[in-house]
């Protein structure tokens, strides 16, 4: 990958997209993670305006670090980007007292972990639309298009994707090119939407090289049956989460009335 061209093209695409759309600039959620800083570095360096929103949910006071952290990196380098903390914890907690019960606390995890990124997509369209702003999204290329690792309207909810063609390692290399923090760098990627340290890794149960691979075999038409042992797990478990997740990535299905019945 030429990083350097990479990164201006991206810049360049980021700032006409804007400029063309009438908008002043971008907001994002920087949540102390790699794509976050990459991403928000990225609409940065297009000298419009950007607005970093920290909304943490009980969130690990390591991933709040990072990100303060961070966006006070940016502040130092980029006139145009401020920041503003909205604590979701409440809010978050308010709604989960506003529905009904549950017999096993476990059924709903899922369910509210999800809700914590829709919460958060929520409050970023609220920003969007006072300053007239477009949201940036995060994610990369296998989360987007390989397993689906996000949430739907979550933080799959943006108005432009400007990493979502890159691999995890290559968004790793234009970090260490921009010059991200290295506590950023080092920590275990997460989603942190469950309030502990679990890693993306421990959720899907294989690493993003290891994903990136396996989307790379399925991409040459290749089958389980083609490997052994931890490859064959591998690109088992990214078929199953690319075949449950399809919904995510493909167009929302529209039930089409016949000609005879209209």
Same mark, same amino acid.
């Given at each position: ?5 990479v ?15 009438g %908008? ?30 920290? %909304?943490?949910?009980h ?8 990100a ?14 401020? %920041? ?25 995890f ?6 914590? *990124?829709?919460?958060? %997509? ?57 010059g ?6 080092d ?5 942190g939407?469950?309030?502990?340290d679990?890693?993306d ?7 993003? $090289? ?5 989307m ?7 089958? *389980? ?11 088992q ?20 009335? $016949?000609?005879?019945?209209?």
């Open positions: 990958m030429q990083t350097e061209k990164v201006d093209y991206i810049v360049n695409w980021l700032k006409d997209y804007a400029v063309k759309a %908008m002043k600039g971008f907001v994002i959620g920087v949540s102390g993670g790699i794509d976050s800083a990459v991403t928000s570095a990225l609409c940065a360096k297009t000298g419009l305006h950007l607005l970093c929103l920290e %909304m943490p949910i969130q690990a006071p390591s991933q709040v670090n990072r303060l952290k961070h966006i006070d990196w940016l502040k130092s380098k980029f006139d145009r980007v401020y %920041m503003t903390q909205v604590n979701l914890t409440p809010v978050f907690d308010s709604l989960i007292a506003s529905l009904p019960p549950v017999a096993k606390e476990e059924d709903r899922m369910s509210l972990a999800n809700t914590r *990124a829709r919460l958060r %997509m929520t409050t970023l369209y609220y920003f969007a639309a006072i300053n007239k702003y477009l949201v940036a999204g995060t994610g990369n290329k296998v989360e987007d298009f390989g397993v689906g690792f996000y949430t739907k309207y979550g933080d799959g909810g943006v108005d432009l994707s400007p990493i979502a063609d890159l691999l995890k390692t290559e968004i790793y290399t234009i970090a260490n090119y921009l991200i923090n290295k506590d950023i760098i920590a275990a990627p997460t989603d939407l469950w309030g502990d679990r890693t890794e421990d959720q899907i149960g294989a690493s993003y $090289p290891e994903l990136e691979w396996a790379k075999m399925d991409s040459e038409g290749k089958k *389980a049956d083609d490997f052994q042992g931890r490859e064959q797990e591998v690109f478990i990214y078929k199953r989460y690319n075949s449950a997740n399809k919904h995510k990535m493909l167009p929302i299905p529209i039930c089409k009335i $016949p000609n005879e019945l209209e």
